[in-house]
């Protein structure tokens, strides 16, 4: 029997993608919703409400005096990184009032994203001290706002006290490829981390 005109080659198998969950976080205004944005390869789920004077007195707007919006619960994005890897980002709400939510986000998560503005820094240190406390790896990104001062990220990461372990990376939100820089730098800080910690001790 001829078996010239059959294929003997097997087909590949799909490759089963691993997923992982990074959060995006920072304080209000530092533009948390739009880097969910620039990068989801699906529409992003949003939840975001019209600021109303009833808030004013809770919500500080020094800074982003014309943001008129604000996300109450959550942004939902996904980005596949590589054909085996797809990343599943959960923005957190930036106000003091919605902080009860982050515990219920932060659950399975592998790493974070901090995003910060240098003109308000001080809004960082709250999602800082918070990864820090629960051991969640994170990198910290500058958004580098239009029209606002530029600052060496060793004077960044000084003014935010950070260890010198945690990746301190330059992005522009809005742009797709900056943001993917950054979501990459903290999959690989995380991991290097993980890997850190399974290594047997010596003596």
């Keep these: 029997m001829a078996f010239g005109r059959f294929s003997t080659g097997r087909k590949k198998r799909p490759v089963e993608p691993v997923t992982l969950k990074i959060l995006v976080a920072g304080g209000f205004g530092v533009g948390k919703t739009t880097l969910v944005g620039a990068v989801s390869e699906i529409r992003p789920l949003r939840t975001e409400e019209t600021l109303t004077e009833a808030g004013r007195p809770v919500d500080d707007l020094h800074g982003v005096e014309t943001k008129s919006t604000t996300t109450v619960a959550m942004d939902f994005g996904r980005i596949t990184v590589r054909e085996d890897l797809v990343l599943y980002l959960f923005g957190t709400p930036g106000q003091d009032r919605f902080w009860f939510l982050w515990d219920e986000l932060a659950q399975g998560a592998l790493g974070a994203v901090v995003l ?8 960082s240190f709250a999602a800082i001290d918070y990864f820090e406390r629960r051991g969640i790896p994170f990198a910290v990104a500058v958004n580098c706002f239009e029209g606002t001062a530029r600052f060496p990220a060793e004077t960044v990461r ?33 991991l290097t981390r993980a890997a850190r910690t399974r290594e047997p001790v010596t003596t």
């Design 116 to 123: 910060c503005d240098t003109r308000r820094l001080e809004d």
């Design 158 to 190: 000084a003014a935010l006290d950070l260890d010198p372990e945690v990746p301190l990376i330059m992005c522009d939100a809005r742009e797709r490829e900056s943001v993917k820089a950054v979501l990459v730098a903290v999959v690989e800080h995380a």
